[in-house]
């Protein structure tokens, strides 16, 4: 380039105005951005998954810090407020004020239908404090403590309600939140991890390895699935230990559900396997790990995400639809299955309507994950920008 055409560069670049650089700088870093840059680029786009993101990092802050967030243990009962109804909160005092409070509740018997009937006393006012002392507790199993993030002293505060062994609704949710979100994670890890090992090794081996393989994934799918979990759900010991229990629960929903993405792995793997690089990576003397972990995984590497966060909701799901009809987490251990078996009884929940808000949680967080498994769907497809 000669000197005037320097110059000229210079005085071009040098009249831009401050947007045009700007948009060009965006350009130019895009261009040069690397796979992992883009997806996070285009997933921070999508509203959607960003939301549900960060409503449900929040889920599982408050699974993890439940014993803080609860104003009461998971099994403490309340004499005198079985099915007692979520407490109202108010905000304004009597005397124009601004403190959030509850009043007294009175309990009824109503003669018609024998239900008890719970009303207000507002002869009985109760400040609500934050960060209590109540019930103590581990915290994150470490040490013990006794504070709490809110409380009522002189009387209980029922966010959600009671159940008719008036337990606190609102401590055991986020108790069973623990077991039926991170079943989830543990699961689709366990069957993730199987999926993508047999499946890999399927498609690249073929022949002997490859009938055998799928012929056990046609054995799985040819069972229909309900009555398999009930049977080997019935199957375990109702004496064994909580953990034991979870454990076991979350190693059968694995075991079945590892065979949907390790046909998909197949086939991806059958597709790769015959383009050139993989052709060269054999021609190189690459062993057969590092061509299926370096170079054909890679290759769909964004499918893969966008299969676990599909996978974790159905994982879910699928603990919540055991635990309900009584073949899943066990009492005295607490999920959200559990805690709607007190909803199979229609004539409870129609008094009781309160005792399908675990079943709210459940479809939210069903909900979520599906909005950050299209985000991630979108943010991975190299057609877009």
């Known amino acids: 380039m000669s000197a005037q055409e320097s110059v000229a560069v210079s005085s071009e670049t040098a009249q831009q105005t401050p947007i045009a650089q700007k948009k060009r700088s965006a ?3 895009y261009y040069y951005a690397s796979q992992r840059e883009l997806i996070w680029w285009r997933f921070t786009r999508h509203k959607a998954a960003v939301f549900g993101a960060v409503v449900l990092i929040v889920l599982y802050l408050c699974a993890l810090f439940a014993d803080f967030l609860s104003p009461y243990s998971m099994d403490t ?3 005198g407020y079985q099915a007692a109804p979520p407490t109202p909160i108010h905000w304004i005092r009597p005397d124009g004020g601004f403190q959030p409070y509850i009043y007294g509740l009175q309990r009824k018997l109503d003669q018609k239908t024998f239900k008890w009937i719970y009303t207000e006393d507002t002869s009985k006012l109760y400040p609500l404090r934050f960060f209590v002392r109540g019930e103590e507790y581990k915290f994150l199993g470490l040490f013990k403590t006794n504070i709490h993030l809110f409380g009522v002293e002189g009387a209980p505060i ?7 062994l008036s337990r606190d609704l609102f401590s055991r949710i986020w108790a069973g939140a623990r077991i039926s979100l991170s079943i989830g994670l543990v699961g689709v890890f366990i069957s993730f991890t199987l999926g993508v090992i047999l499946g890999g090794i399927s498609g690249y081996f073929g022949g002997v390895v490859d009938d055998a393989i799928q012929r056990v994934i046609d054995f799985l799918l040819a069972i229909p699935g309900l009555p398999l979990w009930m049977t080997l759900s019935a199957a375990l010991p109702r004496d064994w230990p909580t953990l034991k ?6 190693i059968i929903l694995s075991v079945l559900g590892w065979t949907g993405l390790a046909r998909v792995v197949r086939g991806k793997i059958l597709q790769l396997r015959e383009e050139d690089y993989t052709l060269a990576a054999i021609g190189a003397g690459a062993s057969d790990w590092r061509i299926i972990t370096r170079h054909l995984l890679p290759g769909f590497t964004s499918h893969l995400i966008v299969s676990i966060t599909f996978s974790i909701p159905a994982m879910i799901l699928n603990e919540t639809a055991l635990s309900f009809i009584g073949l899943g987490i066990q009492p005295p251990a607490v999920s959200w299955g559990t805690l709607l078996q007190d909803a199979q009884n229609l004539t409870a929940v129609a008094q009781q309507p309160w005792l399908l808000i ?5 479809i939210a967080t069903v909900i979520l994950f599906n909005f950050v498994g299209d985000g991630l769907r979108d ?3 190299p057609y877009q920008r």
């Open 27 to 29: 350009e130019e870093r």
């Open 77 to 79: 009962r309340f004499e």
């Open 158 to 164: 029922f966010v959600f309600g009671t159940d008719r």
């Open 245 to 250: 229990m979870y454990f076991a629960i979350t």
């Open 358 to 362: 675990p079943a709210l949680f459940v």
């Open 379 to 381: 943010a991975a497809d």
